[in-house]
Nanobody
Framework: QVQLVESGGGFVQAGGSLRLSCVAS????????IAWFRQAPGKERERVSC????????YYKDSVKGRFTISSDDVASTVYLQINDLKPEDAAVYYC???????????????????WGQGTQVTVSS
């Protein structure tokens, strides 16, 4: 049974940091790309980062470049999203999602991803 379980969200002041974790089970991580999406109230779910560990592929949405860092530990079946210098506009529910394949480019839609976690809430106070 495929499962993605996120953790690490919380309430942080602007300028602070968080590290989100996504633990995967039930599939071979090396054959999938893992993406982080976020959804703020009243907004569409958007992809903020993606990693394909087999070929070292990473993707970041422009607005998070320099502040977000995605990494993976295939042995631990875990993908991390380090978020630094948090801004109020980063507040959202963060989801990890998995897509069979090796590449992130061109796969930014929620429809491109087969498996989803339940989400972890990130709240940022200004």
């Amino acid at each position: 049974q495929v499962q993605l379980v996120e953790s690490g969200g919380g309430f942080v002041q602007a300028g602070g940091s968080l590290r989100l974790s996504c633990v995967a089970s039930g599939f071979t991580m090396s054959k999938y790309v893992i993406a982080w999406f976020r959804q703020a109230p009243g907004k569409e779910r958007e992809r903020v980062s993606c990693i394909g560990s087999t070929y070292g592929i990473v993707y970041y949405k422009d607005s998070v470049k320099g502040r977000f860092t995605i990494s993976s530990d295939d042995v631990a079946s875990t993908v991390y999203l380090q978020i630094n210098d948090l801004k109020p506009e980063d507040a959202a529910v963060y989801y990890c999602a998995a897509r069979y394949g090796y590449y992130c480019s061109g796969y930014g839609s929620t429809y491109d991803y087969e498996y989803w976690g339940q989400g972890t809430q990130v709240t940022v106070s200004s």
